[in-house]
């Protein structure tokens, strides 16, 4: 049996996937004063790493990009344990 085989029941349960782009430390002050609209500035610049988390778990990293009017992240590297 492969292992999509053994997969096979779990394939369409959904996860939750996280992509961190940044974290910020605000004061109760900032973040009462933020409205729509407000824009908060990352730390990072286009073209680093961005941790990509299913379940909690870490699976790799990737890079936002932009493709006409769309914006993704493409996996840049993937964590496979073997």
Do not use: H, W
């Amino acid at each position: 049996m492969t292992a999509t085989e053994e997969l096979a029941l779990y394939l369409d349960v959904p996860m939750d996937v996280d992509v961190e782009l940044d974290r910020l430390l605000l004061t109760v002050r900032q973040i009462l004063a933020l409205e729509v609209g407000s824009v908060l500035r990352a730390g990072r610049s286009a073209g680093e790493n961005l941790d990509i988390r299913v379940g909690g778990a870490m699976l790799g990293f990737g890079e936002i990009v932009v493709n006409d009017s769309t914006t993704g992240i493409r996996l840049t590297d993937f964590f496979r344990n073997e």
